[in-house]
């Protein structure tokens, strides 16, 4: 869906309706003393108007009838400077107007002539679709009175190349779609002030530059997919990431910094960063999600913090620039060809005395994909494959993991089996042949290494105990999970 819309400008045709009519330019001055009079003070020469000076107080009307001398006429340079607009808000739809501009029966918008404005100090608001579609504009300035910004208001101004198109001080979010498709946008210039950034508010925009200030919280989805950043680092406040797909097909990008703080990256996060080698992992991180990273090469040791506890399916599927991957103890399961086509492999290290589970797909292919002995194609069998001393068979035997035979065991501690867990007021722990789960009200189920439910039930004022037999096994309590080992 996301990579429909990010073609779907191109399948639709532009046509500049009632374009320039000749090579002479008519450059007109008007002082609208009573607001709503423009059309009327413009008179019969409104569509021969191709520059444009407005003074006085103008509303929605005068709004309407700029749009007008832009779309049956040829205004393409508008100055606004001097005017002050009723209420400080440019309407919604100011320079778009569906009815006329719109003929989807046969893919057409029909767009005005406007390539220049300059809007006037005052204004504190700028509406919804307000400059959406309007394909011929090239240069706007920002007041530094604005606070807000309607959704889609210069959504599909594939030709706006203000560089940097700077946001004024004082304005917290950028709505949704706010700046979709605008390709010829460089670079972009947040103020400190910013908090949100909206879903797919730079999608398919073309920016190769933007800054993240701290104080940042949210960036929605889809955000800047398809955009052309060849970095993005972003602040300690931001950990909030709606949707997916946040920087997918960034294909220039190269470096991401996430915050600490984050837990979970989103499905698509980076989907096709084909040029991304440098990106963190965050210490606070508890999942990673599909194809989180697919197709992105990293670079160099991947280590994985503990507590981490699922990656997703695909989440770093061909990631050829790997050569080392530390594998946490916390990690619970590896999702289908989540490490799969990694060609650059020499080495895993697994910090678990109990190997995560590995989601096998219905054609019997794990993690890892297929096996390999050719090094251009994938991940050889042959690496070695460190684990804890004393956990060799139980990675050997495990599905997924056996398609490896060069176990080493090393000496390093499988601390990541605990035996006592409390979080939230839920307590995990072993008593002898029992594990005893005690705390808030919710549901608990007790799980095998292959998946098999022990025990389920409801948790409440009881302490509730469940015998088993010696080994490893998995509690959810409270939707708070932990391997344990009894």
Known sequence: ??????????????????????????????NVTEPGKLAELMGERANDIDSLVVTGTINAADFKAMWSASF????????LEKAKVVDGIVPDYAFFNSNEQTDFSNGVIHVIALRNIMLGEGITEIGKGAFMYATNLCEINLPSTLKKL????FSDCKNLRTSPLVLPEGLTEIPRRCFM??????????PSTIRSIGEATFFGSHITKINFPEGLEKIGDSAFYGSHLEEAVLPSSCLTLDGTAHFALNRNLRTLSLPDGLTSIPDDFAEEGLSLIDVNMPSSLKTIGNMAFSLCPLGGSLKLPEGLTEIGDRAFYGATGIREVTFPSTLLSLGMLSCDNWSGLKSIRCIGAVPPV???????L?????PNYNVNDGVINSIPVYVPKGSLELYRNSPGWDIFFNFIETEYSPAAIAEVYDKDSVTVSVEGGEIVISGKEGRFTIYSLDGTTIATGSIGNEVIRISVSSGYYIVNACDKVKKIRI
């Open 181 to 190: 498709n605008c390709r010829s946008l460089s670079e972009v210039t947040l």
């Open 150 to 153: 309607g959704e889609i208001s």
């Open 358 to 364: 590995c989601e096998i797909a219905t054609n019997g």
């Open 366 to 370: 794990g993690p890892f994909g297929t």
């Open 1 to 30: 869906m996301k990579k429909y819309l990010l073609i779907v400008a191109s399948m639709i045709s532009f046509i500049a309706t009632n374009a320039a009519k000749g090579s002479d330019k008519d450059f007109i001055e008007i």
């Open 72 to 79: 049956n006429g040829r205004l393409s340079a508008l100055n």
